[in-house]
């Protein structure tokens, strides 16, 4: 379980296309093979297209910001159109950590 004094950490690069945030995942892998490899093909990059909701958490993973502190963002942001916040923000984290987008930092003492 993820306390929400986490603090979330972007792994990927990205860039921000018409006020969103689009995730730029490796196709092949990070090593320098797999770039090589996925540059010969094309474009790199898958690209992950977040929504308004996801763009406002995926810039607010910084590595200092708790999760807590993310959620309180979501509702000023957004209202009641995210609720349940809290539930939306932990299935954002947890799918982006399955997919190696994210780490998480527990604070000193957690877990």
Not at 21 to 27: A, D, G, I, K, Y
Not at 83 to 96: G, I, N, Q, S, Y
Request: charged residues 35%.
């Amino acid at each position: 379980m993820i306390s929400f004094e986490a603090r979330p950490r972007r792994l990927l690069e990205w860039r921000e296309e018409d006020g969103r945030c689009v995730l730029l995942r490796p196709r092949l892998g990070t090593s320098r093979l797999g770039r090589w490899l996925a540059g010969l093909a094309g474009d790199p990059h898958y690209r992950i297209r977040l929504d308004e909701v996801g763009t406002l958490v995926w810039k607010a993973c910084d590595g200092r910001t708790s999760l807590a502190e993310i959620a309180r963002s979501m509702r000023s942001a957004f209202g009641a159109r995210v609720e349940p916040a809290d539930e939306r923000l932990a299935a954002f984290v947890r799918r982006m950590l399955k997919g190696r987008m994210l780490a998480v930092e527990e604070p000193d003492g957690a877990g």
